[in-house]
Structures are given as structure tokens and as C-alpha cells.
């Protein structure tokens, strides 16, 4: 299977995260009207919970999207050749210790001005399924997955300009839905205490999650209380280049860093992913500093399990989605995310997703000083795994961020857990 992104795919995407970077500061007055209520994907215990969890975090029914076409999270061991070896069954264990509160990126093709004005709640749509399917779903094994439908800003409206109430409804939608699910599912059902949760976003849901993070976790609060950790992905985070200089104003978070360890608490995990040639350097879109004395986070999570540096370079473990997962056809190989992924071959086989277990190696890279800088996630893989010259390109292989290390973000997730419970 090789990834291939085209150019208009490119100029898509491109648009997308530049508006996105621009959300609403924490604070700002809203012009943006709060949803009637919250509509959730993926919610333990919701009648039609997407990810197929119980209350408990156990699992009751299979994952599937809104018209109820189940899929599995099974995956296929890939070879050398591109030719499935084995099945490596899903196991999805017993009740959950801990919670994730996921943000999907931007999958929304066309504005609907019937839910961009008011207080109509979104539908559930399948295209913000199948992406929370690909890039999450098997974190369920490890945590209660809840996973909110937001008002985002869609494709058309980005690369036709952005209004501040489109970036509000997206930050207000997302920062509402948290506080839904901290007033009534963050205390423990059995034990009546609060659980630990961790924070996943990609892209838009990046940009989102930082809003919330920035009003509810960075200081001592009771939400960064209970935060295990916040993932990152694909969103420009902003970190001190030094890690002497915590106070600096560019960053992204007055006290919250990227994370040293397995064992550390309320650190950041992140990185932009890209495959550019030696001694070349990717664009500024997700790899630039946004100010003087910081960088753009990237944190490697392979490194962290193997006890390295976070910028050692480390075998990856990329875990790729399916057409049986995406609902892909001959005409539209990639089912709802078709546009997205525009020029992406999606593996045919009847397992969720194509395991690459040995493909490739990343490792976080830094080029320039503290003035002007470059800081991302190398991945050097075989073509079935990262399309050659991806660096070319300004977003590189910004959709691959979450699957190309799966396997690695799904152990360190683990680890994390793990160490929260002590």
C-alpha cells in the first residue's frame, strides 16, 4: 500500500490547519450560541454509543458508524512484500481505570448553515466516525473513550476565509461537551471519585483542545488534578526551545511541558510528522515557531517506552486503517474520508486495520536557533508505509500522524495508565 497525497489534497489540508491555528483565545467574548445539548460519537453507556463501550468501559456491542454497520478493530500483520501474514485479534478487556476525551480533525467537507447558526446540535456524521475509528478506537482497550460531535470549521469555510464566530462555535462546542462529561462522567461509578483522564486531538481537534487546556488545566486546578497526559497531534503546539525558559510567552502553556518519561504526569506528547530528504528542513505550517525562543512540540513516543531521549531515533510500529474500517469502495477508496484523503491507497483486507510492524524509524528533529526554527517527527519508512518526498509539501504526513506510530502512542498510553493507577 502506498500513501500518495495530491496537490489538491494538499492545498486542502494546507488551508485547514492555517485557519485552525487561529482559534479564539480562553476568554474571549463568544459570539457563538452553546448547543441545546451535547451529541456524542463515542460515550460509555450512551444507548448508541459508536465505540461500543458500556459504562464500565467494557465492551457490549461492536464499534460501528450511525447506521449501525458494525466493523471490526482486528488487524492484519503486513510482510515486506505488502501481503497479509496473520490476524492480530482485538482484545478490549475489562472495565477501564481511566477516561480519554478525544477531539477529531477537520472531516467536514461543506458548511451546513442549518447547524452553524442557533443552537441546533450536529448530527453524527460519518466522516467525524470513521477518523475517531481510525485514530482511537483501539485505545479502548486501555481507556472509557468519550468523543464529542462539534460544530468544526469546515474545508470550504477555511479556504474561504474564516469569522470569529466559526472559530468560536468550534471551541465553544468542544469546551462544553467537556464540561458535560466532567460534571457527570468523570466521577468514578463505583467508587464515587474523580478519574484520570487523558487528552487526544488531531489537527482542528488540537487547536480546540488547546483552547480548553489553556482555561481548565494549565494551573493548579481540579481538571490538571486528574490529567494523566494531553496528545497533541498535528496542531503546532508551542514549547520553550530551553527548557530553563518556562515563562516564555510564545508558549502554547504557562505550566504544562512535553513529557520525559512514562511514569510523568500532566506532560504533553506531540509531534508533526514528515519525510523530508537529508538536510532539508519541512515548511512552517506544523513545524515553525509561531514566536522567538520556542519550538513546535514533538515528543516521540517509541523514544519515551525504550528509556531514551525524546529525540532519539526509534523503530516505529505503524498500525494503518482499512477500507473495511472506512467503508471504502472501488469509487471511493476511502469511504466518508475520500476527500480527505484524496490520493491515499487504503489497504483492501477484512481486518480494521494493516499492521507494519517493523517499517520504518522516527525520530523528533530541530533545525535553526531560537529566532526561527524547525521541529517535527521524521519518519523514514518503506513507500507502503510514508509516500516518498513528503516534504515537499508544507502539511508532509499530517494525516498519517496518529497511525503511522500507533503502536507506539497505543503502549505509551498503556504505560501512562499503568503508572497513574501506581
Not at 478487556?93 to 477531539?103: E, H, L, M, R
Request: charged share 20%.
Amino acid at each position: 500500500m502506498r500513501i500518495r497525497v495530491t496537490l489538491a489534497a494538499a492545498a486542502v489540508l494546507a488551508a485547514a490547519t492555517t485557519a485552525a491555528v487561529v482559534v479564539a483565545e480562553p476568554g474571549t467574548a463568544s459570539a457563538a450560541e452553546p448547543l441545546a445539548r451535547t451529541v456524542w460519537l463515542c460515550k460509555p453507556g450512551l444507548t448508541d454509543n459508536l465505540c461500543g463501550q458500556a459504562l464500565d468501559g467494557t465492551q457490549d456491542k461492536a464499534p460501528h458508524y450511525p447506521n449501525g454497520r458494525a466493523v471490526n478493530l482486528d488487524a492484519s500483520t503486513m510482510s515486506a512484500d505488502d501481503e497479509p501474514v496473520g490476524v492480530e485479534p482485538f482484545a478490549p478487556g475489562g472495565p477501564k481505570p481511566v477516561d480519554c476525551f478525544y477531539v477529531y480533525p477537520t472531516v467536514d467537507a461543506l458548511p451546513n448553515p442549518l447547524v452553524q447558526t442557533g443552537n441546533i446540535p450536529p448530527e453524527r456524521r460519518e466522516e467525524g466516525t470513521a477518523v475517531t475509528l481510525a485514530q482511537v478506537a483501539r485505545f479502548t482497550h486501555h481507556c472509557r473513550v468519550f468523543a464529542p460531535s462539534y460544530r468544526q470549521i469546515p474545508l470550504a469555510g477555511l479556504l474561504g476565509g474564516v469569522t470569529g464566530p466559526d472559530r468560536e462555535r468550534a471551541a465553544l462546542d468542544v469546551r462544553t461537551a467537556f464540561e458535560d462529561y466532567w460534571a457527570h462522567d468523570n466521577i468514578d461509578p463505583a467508587t464515587g471519585e474523580r478519574r484520570g483522564v487523558v487528552l487526544l486531538g488531531h489537527s482542528q481537534g488540537t487547536f480546540v483542545l488547546t483552547d480548553l487546556i489553556k482555561a481548565k488545566f494549565d494551573g493548579p486546578t481540579p481538571e490538571r488534578d486528574r490529567l494523566i497526559s494531553a496528545y497533541l497531534l498535528g496542531g503546532s503546539v508551542q514549547v520553550p526551545v530551553s527548557a530553563g525558559d518556562q515563562d516564555n510567552p510564545g508558549a502554547s502553556f504557562r505550566t504544562l511541558r512535553p513529557c520525559a518519561s512514562t511514569t510523568e504526569r500532566g506532560c504533553l506528547v506531540g509531534y508533526s510528522a514528515f519525510a523530508v530528504e537529508p538536510g532539508q528542513s519541512p515548511g512552517a505550517m506544523f513545524a515553525g515557531n509561531l514566536a522567538p525562543g520556542v519550538k513546535s512540540l514533538c515528543v516521540n513516543p517509541a523514544a519515551l517506552l525504550a528509556g531514551a531521549p525524546t529525540d532519539a531515533t526509534t523503530p516505529i510500529d505503524p498500525y494503518l486503517p482499512t477500507r473495511t474500517l472506512l467503508k471504502g469502495n472501488p469509487f471511493a477508496h476511502a469511504g466518508p474520508l475520500s476527500l480527505i484523503l484524496t490520493g491515499v491507497p487504503v489497504p483492501n483486507l477484512t481486518t480494521g486495520f494493516a499492521h507494519y510492524p517493523g517499517d520504518g524509524r522516527g525520530g523528533c528533529r530541530f533545525t535553526g536557533d531560537e529566532a526561527a526554527n524547525r521541529s517535527w517527527m521524521q519518519v523514514d519508512a518503506s513507500p507502503k508505509v510514508a509516500p516518498p518526498r513528503s516534504g515537499a509539501t508544507s502539511f508532509g504526513l499530517h494525516v498519517g500522524d496518529y497511525n503511522l506510530l500507533a503502536g507506539d502512542l497505543d503502549r505509551l498510553l498503556g504505560a501512562q495508565v499503568a503508572a497513574w493507577r501506581g
